[in-house]
Each structure stands twice: as C-alpha cells, then as structure tokens.
C-alpha cells in the first residue's frame, strides 16, 4: 500500500494555519479597533453611524453647490479632531444621545429639503460629527496605532458621504426629490429609534 505525501511548503501552510490563533479576527467582528482594518469597519458597524453620514451626503447633494462637497468635507474633518478627543481620554458626555439625534435631525432636513444658510448647515454638520468621531476614538484600545485606526474610519466616512452624494444626484428628477424625501423620512425614524435606545 502506498502512502500520501505531503509536499513540504503544504505542510509547512498546514503547520502555520494550525497554529495562529482564531480569536485575532475576534477583534474586527467585535467591532474592537485593532489597526486600519478595523478603523474603516468601526463606522460601517453600525447603523446609527451609516445612516447619519449617508444622510449628509444626501443632504448636500440636495442643496447643491458648494453644500455639496463642503458638507462631506465638514463632517470628517471635524470628525477628526472629536476622535483626537476621543483618544487622548477626554471625557465628552451625551455622546450617544448625539449621535442618535443625527440621524433625526439629518433625515429631518432632508426630509424637509431644509436649506439653511452654508454655514448654518455646516455647523450642524460638524458638531454632529464631533460627537461620531469621538465614538470612534474611545473605542480603541491601549497600545493600538491610533493613527492607522484614524485614517481608517475616515476614510470609511467618506465613502458613506460619497454614497450619500450618488444617490442624493436623483434630487434632479422630480421622482428623485420625492425619493430623497422619502429616504429622509427613513432616517429619521431610524434616528427616532436610537434616541429612543439610547435614553431607555
């Protein structure tokens, strides 16, 4: 009877496999901030994030220029510097609530087709994404690298503002605006619910 063998660079897989250990992808599944990966998983964990920051690409592609890229700009960088606050231990309190009231308040301006003056909406804009960024900055955890977990979540937000603004283009039909409208009203129910959670 002849014997199977196996050739020394699968054996050599098989022996390394065996060995790393399950529980580090635990860290992403976790929603824990282990590095880049995580980073730009961290928004895109959570509903309560999406939905806010699809909502501020929707609204700026609904009041035009210049609300159309100065709001997606807004948002993270000020995000940024709530996930400075964030990381560096710095106590912000009624974070959730904020976050919640996002939603709401971002889904009922679209919803609306509320148009501020510019500054108005990119101040709202901004300090709602204060209060995101520092969500994301407290998550990660002692010894970590802060600044690839940072560029990560950033960049996640920005994708979720460039869909926003994608879909948000249909405000050009009339179909569209009544569409927007509708997602609007989504999100701000969605908002409505997490308020409700996060005051329970």
Known sequence: MSRTRLHPA?????????????????????????????????P????DHIIAMVAVGLWGAQLGRPAIWVLPVTF???MSVGGFLGLIGLRVPGGEIAIALSGLCLG??????????????????GLFGLFHGYAHGVELPPGQNALLYSLGFVLATGMLHATGVAIGLVHRWPWGRWALRAAGVAIGCGGAVFLWSALA
């Open 10 to 42: 699968a054996l050599l897989a098989l022996t390394i496999s065996a060995a790393l250990p399950a529980p580090a992808l635990a860290h992403i599944v976790n929603g824990e901030a282990v590095g880049f990966v995580s980073g730009f998983l961290h």
């Open 44 to 47: 895109v964990s959570g509903w």
């Open 76 to 78: 993270p960088l000020v």
């Open 108 to 125: 009922a301006a679209v919803a609306l087709s509320w148009r501020p003056p510019l500054a108005i909406a990119a101040v709202l804009v």
